[in-house]
């Protein structure tokens, strides 16, 4: 089932190996140079999507310095020449755009979050977010979605894993805000979520692809359960996302103590089996048997190798045959 192609919105991929989005903190001055160009160009042969990096939407949630930007219009001619590169190698090429809100760092601009809390033991309190935050975050992810759609990436995906900002929202950890967006209902925890996707579709046109990382379970006493996934997986259907793109929540992207290939995969099995959308699969994996046995078993429609094609650029080729 690897080597299937596949179609996410109108976009057709040549196989099921994404390489998923890894910082590598060494943007300059926001935009990709020479360098992380090259690197790109290097793992898309034979890789059907490759996910950037995540960006910064607006600089007040910045992740941390080196980090990407897709927060003006003055990276858009950088972006250009990654896009074309990534292309020409025939793999498809999302950007992700994220806001870190309380673990912003590395702009000097105060950190926003939904309730003020802090997010694991790396960041300060942050300050709570006003309904017009609220707003203007929105209003940041579509003007980015747009700078990407103009820098010719095939499509965008929305971060809301890992304790960023939406990440924030979702978990009832750090969302104790009380209005329209609380942390009491999947209807408030999800409720920016949800106004993004359709803001962002009805910018970006029907056809334009759109991912959603969602972080579907935080693995910590009092956050957000995989009980709530076949729910919230068609809320975010519902809203425009064209594929879910599964990792963990608060607990980042390792699950402490499991190294069984895919450990995510009891988070995806619920997600799919609820939507019509493809879902995307990614922690553990290194193998091409590993990757081929998951989506046999039905946990996946896509995998995502992260590690193993940054230490082999020629992960995919070698897997593909
Ligand atoms: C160095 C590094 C940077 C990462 N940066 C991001 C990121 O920018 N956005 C994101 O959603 N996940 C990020 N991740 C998580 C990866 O996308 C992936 O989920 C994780 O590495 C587990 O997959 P793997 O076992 O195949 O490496 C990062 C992981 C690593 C190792």
């Known amino acids: 089932m690897l080597k299937e192609t596949i179609t996410v919105n109108h976009l057709k991929l040549r196989n099921r190996i994404v390489m998923p989005p890894m910082a590598t903190g060494k943007a ?3 935009a990709p140079d020479d360098s992380l160009i090259s690197y790109y160009a290097a793992r898309a042969d034979a890789t059907a999507l490759i996910i950037v990096e995540h960006a910064y939407i607006s600089p007040e949630g910045m992740a941390h310095e080196k980090q990407l930007s897709m927060a003006d ?3 858009i001619p950088a ?5 074309a590169a990534v292309r020409e190698r025939g793999a498809a090429i999302f950007a992700q755009l994220n806001h870190a809100g309380a673990r912003s760092k590395g702009s000097g601009l105060p950190a926003i979050s939904p309730s003020g809390i802090p997010v694991r033991d790396d960041t300060a309190e942050a300050v709570p977010m006003t309904l017009d935050d609220i707003a203007h975050v929105t209003e940041c992810f579509v003007a980015a979605a747009l700078r990407a759609k103009a820098a010719g990436f095939d499509g965008v995906e929305i971060h809301s894993a890992h304790g960023y900002l939406l990440n924030q929202f979702y978990s009832p950890l750090t969302n104790h805000r009380t209005d329209a967006y609380n942390g009491q209902t999947l209807d408030g925890r999800t409720r920016l979520h949800r106004e993004i996707l359709q803001a962002v579709r009805a910018a970006v046109g029907k056809d334009y692809p759109i991912a959603i990382r969602f972080g579907a ?3 910590m006493e009092g956050g957000s359960l995989k009980e709530d996934i076949p729910e919230v997986s068609r809320l975010f259907a519902e809203a425009g996302a064209d594929l879910l793109d599964i990792s963990g ?3 980042g992207f390792v699950l402490n103590g499991i190294s069984q290939p895919g450990w995510f ?4 099995r619920p997600a799919k089996e609820n939507v019509q959308i493809p879902v995307l699969l990614t922690g553990g994996i290194s193998t091409a048997d590993e990757a081929e046995q998951l989506l046999q078993d039905g946990a996946a429609d896509l995998i995502g190798v992260g590690r193993a094609m940054l230490q082999n650029p020629d992960w995919s080729v070698q897997a593909i045959g």
């Not at 972006?79 to 896009?83: F, H, S, V």
């Open 265 to 268: 995969s009891e988070l995806s």
């Open 217 to 219: 379970c935080d693995y």
């Open 73 to 75: 219009d003055s990276v």
């Open 79 to 83: 972006y250009t020449k990654l896009t």
């Open 249 to 251: 929540g608060l607990c």
């Open 28 to 30: 300059d001055h926001g």
